[in-house]
């Protein structure tokens, strides 16, 4: 096992790996840039450098600054996280040269998951459903134009290179397409400084399900169950759960050996998210691979008693998962909610010095977060501070608590969508579970 391993990010995530590597006696290392020299996970790490200024480029996404910074507290091993460097094949790579363990998978697997379209020949190569479309990269409009003849129109245009809903644009007839096609790689362009675009189809009222999956280097992978994903804005998550409503058993179980083939045609190591959409046919279809640890891991980790975090590093330090398939099993019901320092109507970010942070707790409860009453959210960084997960022996005890949760959280100072979150889990239609990716816009309206 480890001796010391360095996390190379920030936020309420750093602070959850720091916790899992105490359990595991390990210790560790934190990194900030000089906006965040006050934060928790500076305080709770064990050893802390320092790697530059407030901006991305200069501190969170330097590769040579988070290198040396490993190398001077002669850290074994680096958690990237989400997000930063963590689906960074070329990081994965430095990594390894400098004989450090990247807790994570394969710098080539990285590479190929984070090329959508590669991604998505792979899966249709592998005999997984993905939605129809382009086979791969699209050479132009007229390209495009050909493909959406055949399949019909909505579709939609997406960067190969895409993430967090960049890129990203719906042709509703052929007259929008060749704008859409532009728009779409332009935006590409300037967000990942990669145009390419490839094709699918625009599926109508999707739920977004997600499997966990978790593979070691003795050849094992198994899936976690799955999580639902399907209230965002602007292809953002804000609430997701686990077990989803939308899957019986069977349904299930298809959706699950799916998820695993996904996972052995990379021959997957470590932990990882197989990302579905579900038709209002019930017909579900490959649409990602995240080759990281996901914001919304706690929900699976409150289902299955199993600690994601700790496993990646189990993993990465060549010892087997810890369960076996049939030892894993989903019992009770977890909800998240993602706390954003936002303005609540204008979703503009509300960065700022909080005043007053009283956070909730109590039965089924739990906060991963790295705020409190004295804390400064910078305004270089994601607008995510807080992540509540209630857990219940139903999905209905669940949203109790999540609700009496959110009416109990004070935060004050700085705007956050604390009250958004409340009504959007007290909400009728998703009570009921009746929700697709469309519930927000629709939602929205409704509220006025
Ligand atoms: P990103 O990598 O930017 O997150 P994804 O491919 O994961 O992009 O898609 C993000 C979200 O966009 C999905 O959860 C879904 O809401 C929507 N989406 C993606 N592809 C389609 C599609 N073909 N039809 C309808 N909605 C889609």
Request: with cysteine; charged share 25%.
């Amino acid at each position: 096992m480890f001796r010391k391993i360095l996390i190379a990010n920030r936020g309420e995530i750093a602070l959850r790996i720091i916790w899992a590597c105490r359990e595991l006696g390990i210790k560790t290392v934190a990194i900030y840039s000089t906006a965040d020299a006050d934060s928790l996970h500076v305080r709770f790490a064990d050893e802390e450098v320092c790697i530059g200024p407030p901006r991305n480029q200069d501190s969170y996404l330097n590769v040579s600054a988070v290198i040396s910074a490993a190398e001077i507290t002669d850290a074994e091993a680096v958690h990237p996280g989400y997000g930063f460097l963590a689906e960074s094949a070329h990081f994965a790579e430095v990594c390894r040269e400098c004989g450090l363990t990247f807790i994570g998978p394969e710098p080539d697997v990285i590479r190929k998951m984070g090329d959508k379209a590669v991604a998505r020949s792979t899966m249709m190569e592998a005999g997984v459903p993905t939605i129809p479309g382009s086979e791969g990269i699209l050479d132009g409009p007229e390209h495009a134009a050909e493909i959406a003849e055949k399949i019909g129109y909505p579709v939609l245009i997406k960067a190969s290179a895409g993430g967090g809903g960049r890129g990203m644009r719906i042709a509703n007839d052929a007259d929008e397409l060749e704008r859409m096609y532009n728009a779409a790689t332009a935006e590409a362009g300037a967000a990942f400084g990669n145009a390419e675009v490839y094709l699918e189809k625009y599926l109508k009222n999707p739920r977004h399900i997600e499997f966990q999956v978790l593979g070691d280097t003795h050849g094992n992978i198994v899936h976690l169950f799955e999580r639902e994903c399907s209230i965002q804005r602007r292809h953002q998550k804000l609430v997701e759960e686990s077990p989803s409503v939308a899957l019986d058993d069977d349904l299930r179980a298809r959706m699950a050996e799916a998820a695993i083939k996904a996972a052995r045609a990379v021959d997957y190591v470590n932990a990882g998210t197989i990302e579905f959409l579900l038709d209002e046919d019930k017909n579900f279809y490959f649409i990602e691979m995240n080759t990281r640890i996901q914001v919304e891991h706690p929900v699976t980790e409150l289902v299955t008693g199993i600690d994601i975090i700790k496993e990646m590093v189990r993993v990465a330090a060549g010892e087997p998962i810890s369960v076996t398939q049939d030892e894993i099993v989903s019992r009770g019901h977890a909800i998240e909610c993602r706390v954003n320092a936002e303005h609540p109507e204008t979703f503009v970010p509300s960065p700022g010095k909080i005043t007053t942070f009283h956070s909730p707790g109590g039965p089924g409860i739990r906060i991963d977060t790295h705020c409190h009453g004295d804390a400064t959210i910078p305004p270089f960084y994601d607008s995510m501070i807080a992540k509540v997960i209630a857990y219940g022996g139903t999905r209905g005890e669940a949203i109790l608590r999540m609700r009496r949760a959110m009416e109990s959280f004070v935060i004050e100072g700085i705007h956050t969508n604390v009250a958004l979150q409340r009504k959007i889990v007290s909400d009728e239609d998703f009570v009921r579970g009746r929700m697709s990716t469309a519930f927000m816009e629709r939602f929205l309206e409704k509220k006025g």
